[in-house]
């Protein structure tokens, strides 16, 4: 591969023409709003070494002032090779390599799973989000001969999207946290969600020796399983046959679990993970840990000692409230299990700031509608609703035959003037919406 070739020699990668390191690699990609082959020539100048593009104007401009033609070259498809140039490097590494995706919590999950087998191993784990067609390729790129283990978490918003990246990573192992509704914009339907999904399971098949770890609670997963390849299953609801079985010791506000392994003793173990829900989360880290040979005390003190810091299922004690942020992602199956654990928290006062969920296409509205109406029934002294998928939806909205009183914001600027001039105190606050809301921005003003 000339391309890899060249890698080898110039093993940097930039998409970006703000940051060109010298002697790095130039990737013109194209979005939206930007187009890199615009600036690959600049990219060049900045000190790269090489530049793709898949403009022909690009590269006869730059040859018609003088550019070395060595430096720029042109393929059909910029994105394209920049996976391909990734799957090749990964190529060079015979490790493990976990692919991690779901509706909700593959974050989370992907976290864990990195504290616990860094016990024991280097572990090379995707950043942040980093999750899709661009981030996977820029994780992979990241393997070095140090690395003994490489977590890829994988991100959907459409058909075919979790195919691709899998095609990209090649994964040895992989988890899928749950299926339930998000980006139903994209996909069309619940159905359209998990044949998404489970495009990593069929990846997986095609791969011998992999494994697959998966929460045995969760029936719309095993409808999914392939047939001739290795399951390791968990439960948390004493399902048959698991490899780890975990019972829920108490949520107030921090999650506390018990797990043991087939014929083990149980382990009891406090987190700093806020949601009752974390526990698939945790017992899917335990089993990927066992799996791979993490010492079951090593397991339970990573998991202990990992303190979320994301706006993922997150505890933040001001100076006036205490807030349960989980502000990164929002859907109605995320939605819901926030509210519903969030109703188990022992307080005197309770708020709610709840942002709109976005790319639900023809069901928003329904959806929504549910959403007020779960909020309505939990007896909360303060909720505030946050966007325009919100409009309307109030006066539709009645508790025992009364209005429910509610207040709603057009976007987060409106919500950081209210808190300016109200400065809410003595409240235990749940703050949930999709990341576009940017609810995450008001933890610091609270």
Request: charged residues 25%.
């Amino acid at each position: 591969m000339q391309l890899y070739d060249f890698y080898r020699e110039h093993p940097c990668v930039t998409t970006d023409s703000r940051d060109c390191p010298p002697g790095s690699i130039f990737i013109a990609l194209k979005g939206e709003s930007f187009d890199g082959n615009r600036f690959a020539a600049a990219a060049l100048d900045k000190g790269c070494a090489l530049a793709v593009v898949d403009d022909p104007d690009a590269r006869e401009t730059y040859l018609e002032g003088g550019g070395d033609p060595a430096r720029m070259i042109l393929v059909d498809n910029a994105l394209q090779a920049f996976k391909d140039l990734a799957r090749e490097h990964r190529r060079q590494f015979n490790i493990p390599v976990i692919g991690i995706t779901g509706t909700n919590g593959k974050t989370t999950t992907k976290e864990l799973v990195r504290a616990v087998l860094a016990a024991k191993f280097n572990v090379l784990a995707t950043e942040g989000n980093f999750n899709n067609d661009v981030g996977v390729p820029k994780t992979l790129l990241r393997l070095r001969s140090e690395h003994e283990i490489a977590i890829v978490e994988m991100g959907a918003s459409h058909p075919g999207d979790i195919k691709t990246l899998a095609a990209t990573a090649e994964p040895t192992c992989g988890l899928i946290t749950n299926v339930g509704k998000a980006h139903l914009l994209g996909f069309g339907s619940l159905e359209g969600v998990l044949h998404t999904k489970g495009e990593l399971y069929d990846n997986l098949a095609s791969r011998p020796g992999s494994t697959i770890f998966v929460n045995a609670d969760n029936d719309l997963l095993a409808s999914i399983l392939p047939q001739g390849v290795a399951v390791e299953r968990y439960t948390a609801h004493g399902a048959p046959g698991c490899a780890v079985e975990g019972e829920l010791v108490a949520c107030d506000p921090m999650l506390r679990l018990r797990w043991r392994h087939a014929d083990g003793a149980w382990r009891e173990v406090t987190t700093h993970l806020i949601g009752s829900y974390n526990i698939d989360n945790v017992l899917a880290a335990v089993t990927v840990g066992l799996h791979f040979g993490v010492e079951p005390e090593r397991i339970s003190d990573a998991i202990e000692a990992y303190e979320p810091s994301n706006n993922r299922s997150q505890l933040v004690v001001t100076a006036r409230n205490r807030l349960v942020v989980d502000a990164y992602n929002a859907n109605p199956t995320s939605m819901a299990a926030a509210i519903d654990n969030f109703a188990l928290i022992p307080a005197e006062r309770k708020m709610a700031i709840i942002g709109e969920m976005r790319e639900l296409g023809d069901v928003s509205r329904e959806e929504h509608e549910r959403l007020v109406a779960r909020l309505s029934m939990m007896g909360l002294d303060t909720v505030w609703l946050v966007g325009h998928e919100f409009d309307g939806i109030i006066d539709a909205v009645s508790v025992n035959g009364q209005p429910f009183r509610i207040r709603r914001f057009a976007d987060v600027e409106q919500v950081k003037a209210a808190i300016a001039a109200e400065r809410p105190k003595g409240y235990t606050i749940l703050i949930k919406g999709s990341n576009g809301n940017r609810l995450f921005t008001l933890p610091d003003l609270l």
